[in-house]
């Protein structure tokens, strides 16, 4: 059985993100946060257990710029 590794997003060394155990390449997990008023994001991956052949990438993370819409729209 595969360790699962854990990947996490911090903003300001807060966590904002974290994903379930990615025990294969397929096991892919898009996300939406708000980084409002953030001035440093850390991109973490954590290995619980064995982690002798462990391997993580973070895979073009990007960061897009959208309109907020005014409060009480939905």
């Not at 904002?16 to 294969?24: I, N």
């Not at 409002?36 to 973070?58: D, F, I, K, M, Y």
């Amino acid at each position: 059985v595969k360790v699962g590794q854990v990947f996490s997003v911090k903003g300001d060394g807060k966590p904002l993100w974290e994903s379930r155990p990615v025990r294969t390449r397929d096991d892919e997990q898009a996300f939406t946060i708000d980084v409002t008023g953030v001035h440093q994001l850390a991109l973490e991956v954590r290995c619980p257990g064995n982690n002798s052949h462990a391997q993580a990438v973070w895979c073009d993370p990007r960061l897009y710029r959208v309109p907020v819409p005014p409060e009480g729209l939905p």
